[in-house]
Each structure stands twice: as C-alpha cells, then as structure tokens.
C-alpha cells in the first residue's frame, strides 16, 4: 500500500519528460515493502519559468518478486496548462523495493518522496528536452481512497 502511493506521482512526472538518467526515489514510513503493489492515482504540477501544466494519472505496480524488483504501468493527462506540454503519456517501468526504499529506473529525472500506507508526495526536476528542466510537484494517494 505504502509504495502503491509513488505510483500517481509517477504518472504526472514522466508525462512532461524526453530524456536525461536518474532513478525516482521514496522513502516508506516503514522499513519493509509488504504493500507497494497494487493502483494509485496522483496529480500535480510541471512548470518553468512562465509555463505551468497540470496533470491527472493513475498506474499500478506488480507484485514483488524475491529480490523486490517490480513493473510499473503509468498514464497521465493534462487537465491544463500550455498547449507545448502533452496532452496524454504512458509509460512502464521497472524498479525495486528494499528495506522500505523503493527506487524507479527512469531517463527522466530526478524525483524524491515520501509515503505511508494511502498517500504520499514527490518533489524534483525533471529534464524535458537539453536544457530545459520543469520543477514539478505531486501527490498521490491510493486508488479508491
């Protein structure tokens, strides 16, 4: 349930990125990874300087398998903002979950957060194109919640 909270802030943050490495990581407020399958929803914002974009999203996470590495299906869509970011994204991806840290292996930057069991939020800049990097804000809660 715990790492299920990421999954909405996922969304919104790979829906505004092209290219650069980094992983995603959260930090659970328990020291195991028993809940982090499982739906999310989550919406935020992207911005740089006089752009601003909002976005709604929703993914799902794997079971984890013995060494904690996991799947993770995202979808984003725009609910506002300037027509130069996109209106809809979706994405999958790998990442694993150890000792309560889950980390996302992405080219898309860096974000950071923190969840509990239903909700959660993540902060960071992500690189859309060289050069430009967006400041975004999530956060995110379990679906049905």
Not at 19 to 39: I, W
Not at 119 to 140: E, R, W, Y
């Amino acid at each position: 349930m715990k790492g299920k909270s990421f999954i909405g802030l996922m969304v919104i943050a790979l829906s505004l990125t092209n290219a650069a490495y980094a992983d995603f990581t959260f930090y659970s407020s328990t020291s195991d990874c028993k809940n982090v399958s499982g739906d999310w929803k989550g919406s935020g914002t992207a911005s740089h300087w006089l752009i601003e974009c909002a976005y709604q999203g929703s993914g799902t996470i794997s079971g984890l398998d013995r060494e904690g590495g996991f799947k993770l299906d995202v979808e984003a869509h725009k609910l506002s903002g300037s027509s130069l970011c996109p209106q809809h994204t979706k994405h999958s991806l790998t990442g694993a979950c150890v000792n309560g840290v889950v980390i996302v292996k992405t080219e898309y930057g860096n974000l950071s957060g923190y969840f509990s069991t239903d909700s959660g939020n993540s902060n960071g800049t992500l690189t859309v194109a060289p050069g430009i990097d967006v400041d975004v804000a999530i956060q995110f809660q379990r679906h049905g919640k």
